[in-house]
């Protein structure tokens, strides 16, 4: 040590001072005053408190000499120092106190001790005249210090060790600078050794911190403290160093308190006010830059959380504080999930541009508020495939709460909250990465590199191909083969070689998609205010009550753990989520504008819910347990929000990624320990979301994909709101805009609207179903799983019991009433038959079954599988209201035919509940949902119905049309709907029919239908088209060409169990059959043959039960009038409904009318007909106060197209006459052959329009109609219901006749009186109408019939019908590639239109797409040409086959053909009238009496038609008439007994083409006929009006002569009046039948292509009938005649029509008229002579005068016909009249 003390020069006073030392060391502890060896080098030994290896010090002083010079002393200390180890310990410590205690200073003098260093200010005692900043010390410190190792030791937690290589410090009165070189901090756990060795900092093992180089900065003046440190600055930090280094810290206070003694108690420290307002003055300013920085948080051994940055720098001024990093990242488990890039983050006391965003809150009460602004240009959050982030952000939040509850002082909790600072987040691009599966992404683009490597390929070979070709023609047969074959194997090779090199060059220019879900938003500025009136938590609660009032409030209060609540906005320019890389965003939202307030909260879980983690900090504490609150964080939110665009887009085809999405979103919160089975997604949302939500959107779009590929842009539903005003409060959205469902397809139909509501309101209301109040989520309390045991009783553990929803109720309300604006616009409707298709594929899309996606233990997800939002409604509603809709229906683009449907006000409510069905057996499958609607009311007011046409051709490729020509098809006033499913609930009088509960209720009130040729046109069109497409759709189906193999087996297995009733068509559905012993099967077949024997003989006889007619025995009745019904299904009810009908080839229309009209349909409990279970269906049709009208005029009016309808007051039933009004007085009441005046607008009476009369045909009459149908489908309701089958007694005998109806479906029409009156024109308008309007058969279908009968034939004549499977399925294809290539015209037009190239002119393009389009329309044509021609050829194929099968069933027994369909009509009584042409004078009046027809159609394509009428005349009207009665039977009317005319005709299935009539049988009773030749005249001109009979005669026989097949020549005679006169009524006929069949007559004509022998076979198989047997017993006639001259009068003429009897005769119908003709000419012009001949000798007069003598002549001619009988086949006179009165008689 050396001390010099220099001289005076002139004022100051130099003094120097230096200290050398070496080897210095202090040991403190037990055996420290033991001498030890010296201190090894670069080690330390425990226990050694302070070594030093050298010190080298020098010091300098200049003072001034003289006291109060203004002057400045300085002072200079340089000082270099080498080996440092400094350790603090325990014992240090003490020893330390007690030298200090030994060594202890007197009280005063602490203070001048205080001022030696003279560092800091001085006192207050100084002499106050000389300023502070010239009494100050000048100094400068330079201090160089080198291996300094500082250990602090604990009793508890070993030791930590700071070390530094170099520290450098050089100070000044100014500024301070302390660089640090090599620093490192470790901790040492357990001090196992006596010595620790020193390393440099390079070479710490495991140290806490690491530093390479810092330098700090100390701006004295300035009050500037700078932290610069260049290079990489790493914090390893992990939970048991934290608590060593906390040990160390809490050990190292309680030294220094020991050190300090009792002086901090005796005068604690109080600042004085100034230096407290000197300190604000000059607050510190703080800088750091930090170039590299590595902060690492171990939050368990396998986990961390690294925080990186790059040029870090913080800067601190007053109230303000400033960091900046160009790259900061937080790095998990060595993923770099969220990354900031130019971040900013800057706090202000007070900003301006806040108070702009307060004044947007007037509920805010604060006026100013600190600041945190944080601006970031690009912010990216990524998360790697399949890594659980959960996992480790749950671990660092419980280290963060065990370091809070390590680290929090009492007086925190008790101290009141600050306000937080507001928020403002400047972020430009925002971006949110899910990262997808490696192994996905180079699976999708080898796929596409395989596809276009494919296609590469094709062309090369192709081009190899036309090389070789030019070689061929070059050497021709000189080329060897092997050359070829090496060409192309070698071109093979080079396919693989490229394909390899793509593969390997894949992601060379390309960098791989990696993202499977990214979410972007674009220049967001996020403001987040906070206020006094929403902090605390007392007001908290006040506005969590305010947003959420639905939800009821705790009565024992709400214990918060977390709650804040803040006012929030923001604005975004564009909010993106993208799925991989498919082309349409999911998510697209432009100009977002956000505000509103949001409360976050999380309840107090008390004990129960708090779950525990465990911390593992290590020896000596060993692991710490944090108690985890449960509860999840809740948000309120009242928001309110404005959007430019708004647009969601999804489909089917995107769930395989959006299972993946869901998957990764699972690793972002962790599952709740809760032991409750999870919550789904919407009982979630209802848990954790509650308030409302406004949001006003100008265009807001949802387009649903329609089709599997997630790369079509082309295809998809788009639902377009305008003007969107949306409302979620809770369970309730609210949309009200515009509304627009537009149909997007590369097609012409692209860009459809085909819906469009304007000004709707829709409303989605959400009815949770729960145990308890499903708004109560505060009542949600979760349970640890240890306290499991203390809540539950005995069941499973749910704490969401009473929150968790059981099922979901729907209800969709739309409101189209509310009128916004003075504009209406009207909902309408547009549909074509492309778009219903396009729908149907659309639904199949949408309801087809997702596939499970990485799913199992291969992929390690073995959770239960999620409930499906679908299958959680109980119960959907939907209602919708509209002022009026428009509906229009287009069959095709051109518009060439469709429906419009217009109505007014409407209203629509439907309810419909779903089920869910498990499916049976033992593997686990999907729920089956079945939907049935419970309730439908419907109500349309002022419906019409449209038919439209157009005369554009079909192929036209725009719709631009204005020659639409429309024509009513019907309109109603009020429809009224109503649909009920309780029917098992009434229980009702089955008898009772207007008090039964329907199901369907349907009530159509003023309904008016017109049916034209126009509309039928039209309506055959649409319905044609509809045809063809269902028909192609089902032969391109795969079951097209199944069930076509007949297995015999099956066919004599199905004879063996159900010998009875055996149906080729359907078998019986259930098994449980019972089986017959010997001795019942012996009495079937005696039945069975009794049966056969009763048909037989009363097969031919006109056979009757009772008295009381037939309509009783009818079996549709019979069928109808069971009680076992257990569903009554529809009641169709029309109120005065009327329908106009109108022909052809005749001018005027009929109008039929009903003032009631009821239809029911009733379902019937199963029941066992013959041993197989059946359900009858039945429908009845009641028809009250049903008329005919007519027009009156011959020519055709001048407004055709004018409609004609009849007052509602001539419809209604039982009208009281007003006889004081002239119109009602004029009019001439209920009765037949009445004129009505006609209205043609709608609800207006006839006095305001022109009035046209129509006159009544048919009057008021009565009609009933049963349609009974069975069937074998059973209803799975009442399939537990069914009883077995009775077992008959074998004493028993079966009611033959009720076997024999079984269960048949029937169809009956009954009249009762029918009261008609015609003209000649109205009738004949009638025939028009019945011919042209509803006999009318489209004349393609005729040519698609023989288009049938062809290939038929063809197959009949082929030798194999098998090979047609080949020929079928070959059409099948090429149909198919005709309906490719059609859709790849379509689009390809469809792109030339949108696309539109630039380097193509406009005629170019108009050109390609002219030639595309007649290109298409080619193909469209020989689609329909091929898809008729296969389903031709797959319908005859299936009939053929059928066949085959028929013939090997002809060995069955002959009992079981049983009787597959009835029909039945029957008239009571019917009186035509027919008058001349002003409809009032008559001609003539036919009565008919109990006419009844009925058809049985048989199992074995076997039919029998009867007809029977009771009784008939026709009696002369005209004037002056000699014989009033025309035509009449002999015999008088004996009612139900006997029939006046039966014909019997038994069909069976054609042969070759050729109707086969196995037996024609034809009974009629004696006639009388009294005719006159005026009276005949006035008929021909009646039924032929314009036709000269006289001229006509010779002609018309001529042909039919001509026409005979039968080879019996008969030359025609030239007639005369008398001939003409006796065969009038036959020719009279006939005539009619013509007359009648004018419109199906063909005439023949040339063969336009060349005959062939299947052609010659149509012809004569459509020709011909095959008559197997043919009878007509005789019939005896009375002829009386009076011609235009007395001459030829003649009176009663006995003629008889004699016995005809035909077998085995291939004729037309022509032909066997001619033969009967023929026959009954030959007998009956002999009688005619022989008749004259012996009435010649008498007078006119006496045959007038003298009824005996005609009588005796009767007597007379019938003894001659009983000798020529007895001579020719031996036959007694009483042995004929019997058999006569057998077949005309019914057997009792």
């Not at 002057?71 to 003490?94: D, I």
């Not at 599988?865 to 069959?891: I, N």
């Not at 109603?972 to 109503?978: G, N």
């Not at 020719?1627 to 039948?1633: C, S």
Request: aromatic share 8%.
């Amino acid at each position: 040590m050396k001390v010099d003390k220099e001289r005076l020069e002139s004022q100051n006073v130099h003094q120097r001072a230096s200290l050398i030392l070496d080897n210095f060391w202090w040991r403190v502890g037990q055996g420290s005053h033991i001498q030890q060896a010296p201190h090894p080098p670069g080690k330390h030994v425990w226990g050694e408190a302070l070594i030093l290896d050298s010190l080298r010090l020098q010091g300098s002083l200049n003072r001034p000499h003289v006291e109060f010079c203004s002057q400045a002393p300085s002072l200079s200390v340089e000082s270099s120092l080498r080996g440092l180890q400094v350790e603090l310990s325990e014992t240090c410590a003490l020893c330390l106190s007690r030298l200090l205690s030994l060594i202890c200073v007197p009280r005063d003098k602490g203070p001048q001790l205080s001022d030696v260093p003279l560092v800091s200010p001085p006192s207050d005692d100084t002499v106050q005249g000389i300023p502070f900043s010239q009494i100050s010390l000048l100094f400068k410190l330079d201090c160089c210090l080198e291996d300094v190792n500082v250990f602090t030791v604990s009793n508890l937690a070993g030791a930590v060790s700071l070390r530094m290589d170099s520290v450098g410090v050089l100070s000044s009165a100014e500024s301070s600078r302390v660089s640090l070189q090599g620093v490192s901090l470790s901790v040492v756990k357990t001090l196992t050794e006596n010595m620790e060795t020193c390393c440099p900092a390079s070479q710490t093992p495991n140290p806490v911190l690491k530093l390479a180089t810092i330098v700090l900065y100390y701006h004295i003046t300035t009050h500037t403290l700078q932290v610069q440190c260049e290079e990489e600055l790493a914090v390893e930090w992990t939970p048991p160093d934290h608590m060593v280094l906390y040990q160390h810290m809490t050990e190292a206070q309680a030294c220094w308190r020991m050190l300090r003694g009792d002086q901090e108690e005796d005068c604690p420290v109080k600042p004085t006010e100034g230096e407290i307002i000197a300190g604000q003055n000059r607050g510190l300013c703080v800088r750091i830059e930090l170039s590299c920085t590595r902060l690492t948080a171990h939050v368990s051994e396998q986990n961390y959380i690294l925080l990186h940055t790059e040029a870090l720098s913080v800067s601190k001024h007053a109230g303000s504080m400033h960091i900046r990093s160009p790259s900061l990242i937080f790095n998990f488990d060595g993923n770099n999930i969220v990354s900031f890039q130019g971040l900013d983050v800057e706090t202000q006391a007070e900003l301006t541009e806040m108070q702009l965003h307060r004044d947007n809150f007037p509920f805010l009460t604060t006026p100013h508020n600190r600041v945190w602004v944080l601006t970031c240009p690009i912010l990216a959050v990524e998360f790697p495939y399949q890594y659980n982030f959960s996992n480790t952000f749950d671990m660092a939040i419980s280290v963060q709460k065990w370091l809070k509850t390590l680290h929090r002082s009492p007086n925190q909790a008790t101290a009141v909250q600050p306000l937080p600072p507001d928020l403002v987040f400047k972020i430009r691009q925002f971006s949110f990465v899910f990262l997808d599966d490696v192994f996905e992404i180079k699976l999708r683009d080898n796929y596409e590199l395989m596809k276009d490597e494919s296609k590469e390929s094709a062309k090369r070979l192709q081009l190899l191909d036309k090389k070789v070709a030019d070689l061929r023609k070059q050497h021709g047969e000189l080329l060897p083969a092997r050359k070829i074959e090496e060409l192309y194997s070698s071109l093979e090779r080079k396919h693989i070689e490229i394909y390899i090199q793509r593969s390997r060059r894949l992601y060379a220019n390309t960098p791989m998609r990696k993202s499977l879900l990214t979410w972007t938003v674009s220049d967001l500025e996020l403001v987040v205010l906070a206020d006094q009136s929403l902090h605390g938590p007392e007001r908290v609660r006040e506005q969590l009550r305010d947003i959420d009032g639905i939800s009821p409030f705790p009565r024992e209060g709400l214990p918060l753990v977390v709650q804040w609540c803040r006012a929030i906005k923001f604005k975004l320019a564009a909010f993106l989520v993208r799925i991989r890389d498919y082309p349409r965003y999911l998510f697209e939202i432009r100009d977002w504008e956000l505000s509103g307030r949001l409360i976050g909260t999380e309840h107090d879980g008390q004990a129960r819910a708090h779950r525990k983690e465990i911390v593992p900090l290590g020896q000596p504490w060993g692991d710490v347990t944090v108690h985890r609150n449960m509860p999840p964080l809740k948000f309120y939110y009242d928001f309110k929000s404005n959007i430019s665009l708004y647009t969601i887009v999804w489909g089917p085809c995107w769930d395989p990624a959006w299972t993946l999405i869901g998957q990764s979103v699972d690793l972002l919160t962790k599952p709740t320990v809760d032991p409750s089975p999870p919550l789904a997604w919407w009982d979630k949302s209802r848990l954790l979301l509650h308030g409302r939500w406004v949001m006003d959107i100008d265009q807001a779009n949802l387009h649903q994909l329609a089709t599997e590929d997630p790369y079509n842009t082309t295809e998809n539903l788009h639902w377009e709101w305008t003007k969107l005003n949306f409302d979620w409060n809770p369970g309730q959205f609210v949309f009200k805009g515009d509304l627009d469902v537009n149909v997007r397809t590369a097609s012409k139909y692209d860009d459809i609207c085909f819906l469009h509501l304007p000004n709707l309101c829709m409303t989605l209301d959400l009815q949770w179903l729960c145990h308890g109040n499903p708004h109560d989520h505060h009542a949600v309390m979760l349970c640890c799983a240890e306290n499991v045991a203390d809540v539950t009783s005995g069941q499973p553990h749910d704490s969401y019991r009473a929150f968790r929803s059981e099922n979901l109720n729907l209800s969709i309300t739309m409101d189209l009433n509310q009128h916004c604006g003075s504009e209406l616009s009207q909902p309408r409707i547009l549909l074509y038959s492309s778009t219903l298709r396009w729908m149907q594929n659309f639904w199949a899309t949408w309801t087809s079954v997702s596939r499970p996606i990485c799913r199992g233990k291969l992929f390690h997800s073995l959770r239960p599988v999620r409930k499906k939002l679908g299958q959680h409604y109980k119960q959907m509603s939907y209602t919708a209201a509209f002022p009026q809709l428009q509906v229009h229906y287009w069959a095709s683009f051109a518009q060439q035919r469709g429906i419009q449907v217009e109505c007014n006000k409407g209203h629509v409510f439907t309810r419909g509940a779903q089920r869910l069905i498990p499916q049976a057996g033992t593997v686990m499958r999907r729920l089956i949902s079945e939907w049935n609607v419970t309730q439908m009311v419907s109500e349309l007011s002022q419906v019409t119905v449209h038919l439209m046409a157009s005369t554009w051709d079909e192929t036209a490729d725009h719709q631009i049309n204005a020659q639409v020509k429309k024509t009513h098809l019907l309109s109603l006033s009020s429809l009224s709907y109503q649909r009920q499913s309780n029917r098992m609930e009434e229980e009702v009088n089955p008898q009772d029919e207007t008090n039964a509960s329907y199901t369907h209720k349907l009530r159509l009130v003023d309904l008016r239908a017109s049916w034209t040729t126009t509309n039928r046109n039209i309506a055959f069109g649409l319905y044609d088209g509809y045809k063809k497409a269902s028909v192609l759709k089902r032969n391109l189906s795969t079951e097209a060409l199944k069930g076509l193999r007949i297995d015999t087996q099956l066919q004599t297995k199905k004879l063996k169990r159900s010998p009875s009733n055996y149906s080729p068509n359907t078998a019986p559905t259930t098994p449980v059959v019972p089986t017959l012993n010997r001795a019942e099967k012996s009495q079937h077949e005696g039945t069975s043959m009794l049966q056969k024997l009763i048909e037989e003989t009363d097969k031919f006889v006109v056979f009757s039960e009772e008295d009381s007619g037939v309509s009783d025995q009818l079996c549709g009745i019979a069928a109808c009038q069971t009680d076992d019904v257990y569903n009554r299904n529809w009641f169709i009810e029309l109120v005065n409904c009327q329908m106009m009908l109108r022909g052809t080839e005749t001018a005027g229309c009929v109008l039929v009318s009903a003032a009631k009209a009821q239809l029911l349909q009733c379902e019937y409990h199963p029941a066992w007909y013959n041993d197989t279970l059946k359900q009858k269906t039945t429908w009845t049709c009641l028809l009250d106060g049903m008329q005919y009208f007519a027009t009156m005029e011959p020519n055709p009016s001048e407004q055709e197209d004018r409609q004609l309808w009849l007052e509602v007051k001539n419809i209604e039933e039982h009208r009281q006459r007003n006889l004081d009004s002239v119109l009602e007085l004029m009019e001439s009441g209920q009765a037949v052959g009445g004129m009505v005046s006609t209205t043609t607008d709608w609800n207006q009476p006839a006095q305001v329009n022109e009035m046209q009369q129509v006159q009544r045909i048919i009057s008021r009459c009565s009609c009933r109609m049963h349609y009974i149908s069975y069937s074998h489908d059973i209803n799975p309701e009442l399939a537990t219901q069914i009883k077995p089958p009775e077992l008959r007694n074998s004493h028993e005998k079966e009611d033959l006749l009720k076997k024999q109806a079984g269960a048949v479906d029937t169809f009956t029409l009954i009249h009762h009186d029918l009261e008609i009156s015609t003209n000649p024109v109205q009738y004949a308008m009638i025939l028009d109408i019945v011919n042209n309007l509803l006999l009318h058969v489209e004349p393609r279908r005729k040519e698609h019939s023989e288009k049938k009968q062809r290939v038929r034939f063809q197959l009949e004549i082929s030798s194999n019908p098998e090979e047609q499977r080949s020929s079928i399925l070959h059409l099948q294809e090429a149909v198919r590639q005709h309906l490719a290539q059609i859709r790849r015209l379509e689009k390809q037009i469809y792109s030339n239109i949108r696309g539109q190239p630039d380097e193509l002119s406009s005629d170019e393009l108009n050109d390609i797409n002219t030639r595309l389009q007649n290109q298409l329309n080619q193909e469209k044509n020989d689609m329909q040409m091929k898809s008729e021609e296969l389903n031709i050829l797959i319908r005859c194929f299936k009939d053929f086959q059928l066949q085959r099968a028929n013939k090997l069933e002809l060995r069955k027994p002959p009992e079981d053909v049983s009787v597959v369909r009835r029909t039945e009509i029957y008239f009571a009584q019917a009186r035509w009238c027919l008058t001349e042409e002003d409809g009032q004078l008559g001609i003539a009046e036919l009565e008919l009496q109990r006419f009844m027809y009925s058809k049985l159609n048989k199992s074995d394509d076997t039919a029998e038609h009867l007809l029977e009428l009771g009784w008939f005349t026709m009696n002369n009207l005209l004037p002056n008439a000699a014989y009033k009665v025309v035509l009449r039977p002999q015999s008088a009317c004996q009612s139900g007994r006997q029939f006046a005319l039966r014909i019997f005709s038994k069909v069976r299935p054609p042969v070759g083409g050729i109707s086969v009539k196995e037996h024609f049988e034809v009974n009629v009773v004696p006639l009388t006929i009294q005719l006159m030749y005026q009276f005949f005249k006035r008929m021909m001109g009646f039924f032929f009006p314009g036709r000269n009979v006289e001229e006509e005669e010779v002609t018309d026989e001529e042909d039919k002569f001509r026409l005979v097949t039968t080879g019996i020549p008969v030359k025609p005679r030239q007639s005369s009046e008398d001939t003409m006169g006796a065969m009038g009524p036959s020719k009279g006929v006939t005539q009619g039948l013509n007359r009648t069949a004018g419109v199906r007559r063909s005439f023949r004509k040339a063969p336009e292509h060349p005959v062939d022998d299947i052609d010659k076979m149509k012809e004569r198989a459509a020709m011909n009938n095959s008559f197997i047997y043919i009878k007509i017993p005789q019939v005896p006639l009375c002829v009386s005649y009076k011609g235009e001259k007395s001459s030829v009068d003649w009176k009663d003429l006995n003629l008889v029509l004699p016995c005809l009897e035909y077998h085995n005769n291939t004729w037309t119908w022509l032909d066997f008229a001619m033969a009967v003709k023929r026959d009954s000419r030959k007998a009956l012009v002999a009688q005619m002579i022989k008749e004259k001949l012996r009435l010649k000798p008498a007078s006119a007069s006496d045959l007038r005068g003298k009824a005996s003598e005609g009588k005796s002549d009767n007597s007379l001619q019938q003894q001659e016909e009983d000798e020529k009988a007895r001579l020719l086949i031996g036959l007694s006179t009483a042995d004929k009249s019997s058999s006569k009165k057998s077949i005309f008689s019914r057997r009792k």
